[in-house]
């Protein structure tokens, strides 16, 4: 290991184990270099990357001191195994190279980035978007492609604004996306539901939705649905596109994982209608860092100016920063890179969540897990009760979520549970299943929830 290294590694754990806290002043470059014996161009640039990881600052003619961060170690003492958090898990996120970015970003924009900018997006990032789009068998223009702050920004301008059809109502899977029915609801809109199973849905019956019940649009997430990990074949994806022509009604298409698809033949609905009645969403929170808060709309022409509209109502514009960095790290290979080891990281959490529950859980819990994707589920037998499941998991330190939250308040809710792999590890999920196998399997806890549900 070379002196730099070396220096680096013992101030990150001096400030890691608290030797050094926050406000502490760290010795002169002059005696970093007597005790290590370097150059002081060696404890410089050791400094200087430190100081880019936020452990350390300069403060002009005194030195260099720890930086104020937050404490973490009362959460981390808990040892708790998190299937319920849709946060990525830190180690892959692209923090370094995200970091290059930021500051080639500020360099080529300078001034560009603090003053308002278009509220639809940096029409450079939406034409490099076009591009990236034009891989995924999406073809549209800079001019429909809007830079939102989340898909969940456009899913609340969506439900509240008028929709060419004169059409009022919502329909949504169920389940479904959280966030969806929270901005329904506090928008006072009405929200109609159809069933989703890991079999698919009823296409007749939404034919009749379709037909029948003046639907505005219907929110759909097509692959690793969320919470079901679930996605549409070919065929369905084009029976939806079909359907929403035939019927007047537009589809919100919530594409959030697209990059995570590892079936180069899965295209999206916006594909299959060529974006008529199709409204494209992707997000980057899922797959890069979420802090960004960073999506895309696609929009037919005809709602491009009432959705411009209402965003301005809510948003002047979206973060300038994330948006020219973001420009940056699509034009370079870091992202393609990035989304390569994604796949695999994801592919390979999967396969061991498989295997473990092949050996572990007892042959009654059907369920289903796909090949990538974040999202699992457990359909469970009869005589479990999901809320008493979930209270004894808990106390044993692993956390899930009821599949409350993702139905509307009257509609007929499943017995499953959700899995969210992104915070755990594979020795994790081995440990946590061969658990919830011995629950699963032990009399007494059948004995003792049965009746509740």
Known sequence: ????????????NLIRTKKLKAGDKLPSIRNVSLSFACSKNTAIRAFIALEREHLIYAVPKSGYYVVDRPDVSTAASQEIIDFASVTPHPSVLPYQDFQHCLDRAITLYQQELFTYTEPQGFYSLRCEMEKQLATKQIFTKPDYINVVAGSQQAIYILAAMPFPNGKMNILVEQPTYSGVLRAIQLLGATAIGIRRTAAGIDFEELERYFRGNQIKFFYTVPRFHNPLGTSYAQEEKKKIALLAKKYDVYIVEDDYLADLERDPK????????????????KSFSKVMLPGLRLGIAVLPSRLQSIFNHYKKGIDIQTTAVSQAALEVYLQSDMYEQHIKQLRKHYHEKMKVLQATCDQYLPPSVDRFIPDTGIFAHFT??????????????????????????????????????????????????????????????DNRMIHWVKGER
């Not at 899965?266 to 969403?281: K, W």
């Open 1 to 12: 290991m070379n002196r730099y290294d070396v220096i680096t590694k013992y101030y990150k």
């Open 380 to 441: 469970l037998p009869d005589g479990i009760n999901l809320s008493s499941l979930q209270a004894r998991m808990r106390q044993d330190g692993i956390h899930f979520p009821t599949s409350n939250s993702f139905y509307l308040p009257h509609f007929p809710k499943e017995n499953y549970i959700r899995l969210c792999v992104m915070q755990v590890q594979e020795s994790e999920i081995k440990q946590s299943i061969a658990h919830l196998g011995t629950v699963m399997s």
């Open 266 to 281: 899965a295209d999206s609905i916006f594909s299959a209608d060529h974006g008529e009645y199709t409204i494209y969403l």
